[in-house]
């Protein structure tokens, strides 16, 4: 297992982790599942660079706060929301 590049500062009242969902297997009781914005999610891993498939942080209404452990690249996709880099305000599609 590698280190976790986050550290969650406060998780937001609906933060959640998602990734693609489990397509295929509801004959098994499995829902497909994944994030609420498929679109905004592969945005995301596309330009993190992460592949299709990586997990990411999924959030709504009052959002979350992380602290990377190490140089990170971080992408803010889906609805336009405040964004803070060191405590800044950062421009939204900076």
């Known amino acids: 297992m590698t280190d976790r590049a986050l550290a969650v500062v406060r998780a937001g009242a609906l933060t959640t982790v998602q990734d693609r969902g489990r397509a295929g297997h ?5 829902p497909r599942s994944g994030a609420l914005d498929g ?3 592969a945005l995301a ?3 993190a660079g992460n592949p299709p498939d990586a997990a ?3 959030t709504t ?3 979350c706060s992380v602290r990377p ?3 990170v690249t971080v992408a803010v ?3 336009p929301c405040p964004v803070a880099v060191d405590g800044r305000p ?3 599609g900076a």
């Open 56 to 58: 990411l942080l999924e």
């Open 26 to 30: 509801a004959h098994l009781g499995v």
């Open 69 to 71: 452990r190490s140089t």
């Open 77 to 79: 996709t889906g609805a």
């Open 90 to 92: 950062a421009a939204w």
């Open 45 to 47: 891993n596309r330009l």
């Open 39 to 41: 679109p905004a999610a």
């Open 61 to 63: 209404l009052d959002g």
